[in-house]
């Protein structure tokens, strides 16, 4: 405890956070930072991950990485170039971009060996705790059929959340767990902890939300 | 120990073991079952194995199968359709035939399901104990850099084998391990067995062998 | 003209087409095709294909084929493989089973090399065009939000199939075109040859039909 | 005739060409190109553009884009976001990074829409045409056993390069042909242009270079 919890916030390609949007959005979250304690980290496309690492102070994280370093790998995107463009951090394996077992844990591999943290996405209580013997910092279950869905994880399938956290700690103590798919509210951030994740990943909730700076008030205002 | 040591034969896509020269390879692995009381598996090409599965007593694996089942699936390979054709059991995620993380823990599935047997290749430590959380019957390790060189990987990297073994056992006891990688000796064989695994799978060594049935009775002769 | 149109059955992974069902399936097209004239080719799972193409006289195609020859490519499906199981073409990229432009290309020589006829799917107007210039026999178009929806692309967008059917033949008169997506009734069959093409290609509508037989004889009706 | 010659320079993912090394790589391209009137396109990594782009005169383009716009495509590049970064164009289905046949026509049908340039690499004849129907800016023939080898296609296969260039001008007037593999003197750019390309493509070349100015300089001088 007295750990912070983890607000993460993929901007996805939304249009709503693309561009000058993306580095609006994250001044947002950088602002919600300064102001409520709450930890958020913001995912950009990757080709704007410069612009935004150089606007705010919050952690920027890239929505993917490949399990190649440097070398003749035209077009992928390694762990030392989004470091490089300002990135601490990165997704791996999110639902929308699923990679091999063996790239998941080759750029772990590539992540660890420049510094970048990484969150692995997961869909169930197995692949979670096979994410979390590759040793990322992070694994985030999200099942599937709720991205998107409004419906929140933490109300919808508790017990998954209750036990992924409880796998993964069975596994090591050096990997945390965070949970998505649903999340739009504070209560929803609540529940989540109270599961005994150390934070949400979301995208709609926020970026799609009327207000995304009022969304983003109203989810770290349960903590 | 007691248990019976395990020689899994692959087929890969070889034309010294197609159609007719698949059911004539796999009746001399079963030979060599019957004489030498040495469990060989052969996992011939999918189009080959209701053949080989009709000309033989000896368990037929599938080189791989999808993360799919009974649907809309065009062009997958099924558990269930491996299994009505023969087969007993199957590779998944072959160095050849990688897989995304979320299908082979599909795959696990469906294969339990149907009571499929599975084997699920890895190329290192960590990803060995990622897949082996996913509840295979067995996991096989294969450093890519070994396929297909002649060097055992039981001589090259003992340690990885040694390793491999550890690993898993910590996580279950419901798993086993074989090795692979330039394997054709039984001496190969011998040393993968004292290094703590179940067996070795190999396919070159064999089936590119000038005379394959000396090759097999030269694997099973040191057990 | 003079020409017979041609029916091909999608088996897919369904259950209702999969081992002895699939032979059953198979024979009753055998039937339709001797009674009618009319050639109807069936393409069940891989695995199946041994077991179909030694039941019927009618042709046997595999729903998918990879790039790959002969050699270390464990778990792919080849063109010689599936040809010695009985097989005398095969579907290529269909909408569940994509492939990469250079795997179509290559998939497509190793077919020729080996005497396999190759339908090309396809899903718009481009793509098709594209896929002839690679020289398959056929190229089938099939707008992928129609696939399974039991609204005929025939009706539902007769352009696409008009146009293919010109794009095509602009660029060569070695290549046919199929259409699929939606049939189900003898006056799809009719609209798709009336509109150019030679033929048509179809799954769930016999597959799936209360009486895939009855199905199948008012497909061959109106022809 | 009458029109510049193109070189493109394709950073990969060397270290030589990441993050500010970018940039200076950049800025020498941009002074050749001011010095020698030759067009020089650069290709750094994904989450280089942006920084790339700010420091040039040049044409920056995306060493890759996928088939998805704007919406829940986490971790995909977008026309739309490589294009707000600064980029002006795009390789599509390098030999490191191949496409799905219809994702190549939905990436070129984006960056239409966007107003980014494609250029889409190809491998052989065939789908050197298949490529060119889809209605690129360039497509950009390479042997792949070629590239890297420092044996430039242009001499080594001057057949491959004249007949890309013939089959394309059948097909349409729309497409310009490059060449690569094994580029890296001013003499192979001659040579390509003189087989009927409108100019290179090359990476190691110049990148991997003792002294890229000096490679740079002699690849524009026979030009």
């Keep these: 405890m007295g750990k912070k919890p983890l607000i993460v916030i993929n901007f996805k390609t939304y249009s709503e956070s693309m561009g000058d949007r993306a580095v609006k959005m994250a001044k947002y979250c950088n602002e919600i930072t300064l102001e409520s304690g709450v930890e958020v980290i913001v995912c950009p496309q990757i080709p704007d991950i410069y612009r935004v690492a150089n606007s705010v102070k919050i952690p920027v994280f890239s929505q993917h990485i490949d399990g190649a370093g440097a070398g003749s790998h035209t077009g992928h995107i390694t762990a030392e170039c989004v470091m490089d463009a300002g990135a601490s951090g990165t997704l791996i394996n999110h639902s929308e971009k699923r990679l091999l077992l063996s790239e998941i844990d080759s750029a772990i591999q590539y992540a660890k060996k420049t510094g970048l943290k990484t969150i692995v996405c997961t869909n169930n209580i197995p692949v979670t705790s096979a994410a979390a013997m590759l040793g990322p910092e992070f694994v985030a279950i999200e099942p599937p059929e709720l991205i998107g869905s409004g419906i929140p994880v933490s109300k919808a399938d508790p017990d998954i959340v209750r036990e992924s956290v409880m796998a993964v700690k069975k596994i090591t103590s050096h990997v945390e767990v965070l949970c998505g798919a649903g999340i739009s509210k504070g209560d929803d951030v ?12 979301l995208a709609s909730g926020v970026i799609k939300a009327k207000d ?8 770290v205002g349960k903590i």
Excluded: C, E, I, R
């Design 190 to 201: 609540a529940a989540a902890l109270s599961l005994g994740t150390s934070g949400v990943l």
């Design 212 to 219: 995304p700076k009022a969304a983003l008030y109203d989810l």
